[in-house]
């Protein structure tokens, strides 16, 4: 039976164990506790040998040595020599200085292999103010090192990947478009010097093949777009949205004078921003509003910026038209390359429009959304700074 266990087998507190709070070594015995069972690894030295005087639990488990093996003895006769140099000159730092030192990161050699370690080291001063014991709390932040090394491996990999495929795609994009142009030009000088020969069946099928080259042409365009939109280095400076949507809307009413389109640019519309970028995103929404107002006698285009909710709210600029819309129930698809919620022989396009916009808001840390209604025009939201409301 367990001689500390009363009949019922119920352990009961001894005295030894944990004195009543109210006897006179009560409070040492308290304190003993503590130090012992603080998860960080404690430790004292003497300010004069800056030997161990002090050492927990935590600090033998991390180590892998009882404390009989550490106390009186100095780094040196502990660790290796470089390591021992750098602890007590940190020793020092903190004695001489009276000062806690705070170190963030320090490798260890133990019992267990080399652990990361947090230390934080406080002079402890005599009643005359001379440093007389050094006090040293330490972390073990190895797992957590570990972890932050694998991730930033992992991160530095994945961009490395993603950067190759960017490259390649680019490449391959590029290299398309010279073949491209020969059966287009090819198609063409046959059409021209063959006219003669050819009946209506043969002229009609390399007109297709024309249009299907030509198709093709912008596709590519837009990929090299898109990619780039990717590789450029982002360099902010002021940027005038609203004189940029000017440049942008400026051919498409040229080519296309018969058209009533009211166009409502708001005053001030600045950003700290890549102009270069930014008027590649204008491109493709405005464009946008252009192509899928086209079926209306009249439209009105807006560009314009939303008043903030919040204090700190990124800038929310938007690009507004009254002209076919979308359905809201697949509003998730339309930043996705090649989605299109409209059939080609409707309106044309790629695809590849609004996941350039969406691209471009996120190399400036904003982001692009959407809001629109069957028949009832579409609104394309952008920001091109992160929001320190979310
Ligand atoms: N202003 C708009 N009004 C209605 N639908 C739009 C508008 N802008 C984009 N969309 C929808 O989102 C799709 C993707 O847009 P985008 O990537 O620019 O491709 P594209 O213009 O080549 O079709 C469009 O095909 C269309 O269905
Ligand atoms: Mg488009």
Redesign the pocket.
């Known amino acids: 039976m367990d001689p500390e266990a009363d009949d019922d087998g119920v352990k009961r507190a001894s005295p030894s164990v944990a004195p009543a709070i109210d006897t006179p070594h009560a409070t040492e015995w308290l304190l003993h506790a503590i130090v012992e069972n603080i998860p960080n690894m404690l430790f004292v030295k003497d300010a004069e040998e800056l030997a161990f005087a002090l050492f927990n639990r935590a600090g033998e488990q991390l180590l892998g040595l009882p404390r009989e093996a550490l106390i009186g003895r100095t780094d040196f006769d502990l660790f290796p020599a470089s390591d021992a140099e750098f602890f007590q000159k940190k020793d020092r730092e903190t004695l001489d200085g009276k000062v806690l030192v705070d170190i963030e990161e320090e490798p260890i050699s133990t019992a267990r292999g080399v652990r990361w370690l947090h230390t934080k080291k406080v002079p402890i001063l005599d009643a005359e103010g001379q440093p007389r014991f050094l006090l040293g709390i330490s972390e073990d932040i190895t797992d957590r090192k570990l972890a932050d090394t694998a991730l930033r491996e992992a991160k530095t990999q994945a961009e490395t990947a993603s950067a190759e495929l960017e490259a390649f795609s680019y490449s391959v994009a590029h290299d398309l478009r010279a073949p491209l142009r020969a059966i287009d030009g090819y198609s063409a000088a046959l059409l021209e010097d063959y006219a003669d020969r050819l009946d209506d069946d043969g002229r009609r099928l390399l007109d297709n093949v024309r249009r299907a080259a030509q198709r093709m042409a912008s596709l590519i365009d837009?990929l090299l777009t898109l990619s780039r939109a990717t590789r450029v280095d982002l360099r902010r400076e002021q940027t005038d949205i609203g004189a940029l949507a000017r440049a942008c809307l400026e051919p498409l009413l040229r080519a296309a004078p018969h058209r009533e389109v009211e166009i409502v640019i708001e005053d001030g519309l600045t950003a700290l921003a890549d102009p270069r970028l930014v008027v590649v995103a204008l491109d493709?929404?405005l464009?946008?509003?252009w192509?899928?107002t086209s079926k209306q006698p009249r439209a009105r285009i807006e560009v314009g910026a939303a008043a903030p909710r919040a204090p700190g709210e990124a800038r929310t600029f938007f690009?507004r038209?009254d002209?076919?819309?979308?359905d809201m129930a697949y509003v998730g698809?339309?930043?996705t390359?090649f989605?299109?919620?409209?059939g080609a022989s409707e309106?044309?396009?790629?695809?590849?429009?609004?996941?350039?916009?969406q691209r471009i808001m996120r190399r400036h840390g904003g982001r692009a959304w959407?809001e629109?209604k069957v028949g009832a025009?579409?609104t394309?939201y952008f920001t091109l700074e992160p929001d320190a409301t979310t």
């Open positions: 837009d493709n929404l464009g946008n509003a192509k899928f690009v038209d002209g076919a819309g979308f698809k339309l930043f390359p989605q299109r919620l409209h309106y044309d396009g790629t695809g590849i429009g609004l996941a350039t916009v959407a629109g025009g579409a394309i």
